[in-house]
């Protein structure tokens, strides 16, 4: 696969935030962050018209599959502080400083939930039937993905149904 061997992970995130933003209706004005990749969530079509025998699930997991290596990569671009200039990024990584968090980094638990959820609604009703276990095991995925890439607990921070209603 072409992402794989791209070796740099600032690269691959540009390259896949042009596709997905090509990939909306309404392109967002988000940067390259974690609120830009839930916005990708619901708002992103399948990113290549089905031109081949693929069966419609197919190229929603292959949506969640491109979603998955954008979190992945934009991860290492957080810890590696790729966006640092070279000479700062190695005494940040010698001194292992935390990354600064960048506009839209500040997503929560419940963010993550409610977007994920909204996004199964969307496939549910988008394919007429129950989502495939391979694709619920690939949102399940992703959705730790984001967790772990927004150094979020889901354990600590109320849940959706934990919620109070007003």
Same mark, same amino acid.
């Given at each position: 696969m072409f992402f794989t061997t791209m070796e740099s992970h600032l690269l691959r995130c540009k390259v896949l935030e042009i596709i997905f933003l090509h990939s909306c209706e309404t392109p967002t004005r988000l940067p390259l962050s974690l609120a830009q990749a839930l916005y990708f969530l619901n708002n992103s079509t399948s990113l290549l018209k089905c031109q081949?025998?693929?069966?419609?699930?197919? @190229?929603?997991?292959?949506?969640?599959?491109?979603?998955?290596?954008l979190?992945?990569?934009?991860?290492?671009? #957080?810890? !590696?502080? $790729?966006?640092?200039s070279v000479i700062d990024r190695k005494d940040l990584i010698i001194k292992r400083i935390k990354p600064?968090?960048?506009?839209?980094?500040?997503? @929560?638990?419940?963010d993550v939930e409610k977007q994920i959820e909204a996004f199964r609604g969307r496939l549910i009703q988008? #394919?007429? !039937?129950? $989502?495939v276990p391979q694709l619920q095991d690939k949102v399940h995925l992703l959705k730790l993905l984001l967790f772990y890439t927004a150094d979020l607990n889901p354990d600590t921070e109320p849940s959706p149904e934990n919620w109070s209603s007003p």
């Open positions: 081949s025998d693929k069966t419609q699930w197919q @190229t929603w997991d292959e949506l969640v599959e491109h979603l998955q290596f979190l992945s990569s934009y991860q290492h671009v #957080l810890r !590696e502080h $790729l966006r640092s600064k968090p960048q506009q839209g980094d500040d997503i @929560t638990v419940v988008m #394919l007429g !039937e129950p $989502l």
